[in-house]
């Protein structure tokens, strides 16, 4: 019974509401499905920051480059 309605839908031609009435719920669906997402992937995010944070040592202070002596122009002297 639900094979030969399928069959029914897909050979039917959908009118214009139909077809946008779908594509609105196609994009409901889509937008619930990303807000899902991303609220799992900040909790996930949150989990291995706190996680790295109690495993990792501390790290060391970044590289500054040392100070470059004052050049001597030799040839301002005459």
Excluded: I, N
Excluded at 22 to 33: H, N, P, S, Y
Excluded at 42 to 70: D, I, K, T
């Amino acid at each position: 019974m639900y094979m030969s309605y399928m069959l029914y839908q897909a050979e039917r031609v959908k009118t214009v509401k139909e077809q946008r009435e779908e594509d609105v719920q196609t994009g409901r669906l889509a937008a619930e499905f990303g807000r899902s997402w991303r609220l799992l992937w900040r909790r996930s995010a949150r989990r291995q920051r706190w996680f790295r944070g109690a495993a990792e040592p501390a790290r060391p202070a970044p590289c500054v480059p040392a100070p470059r002596p004052a050049f001597d122009d030799h040839r301002s002297k005459v």
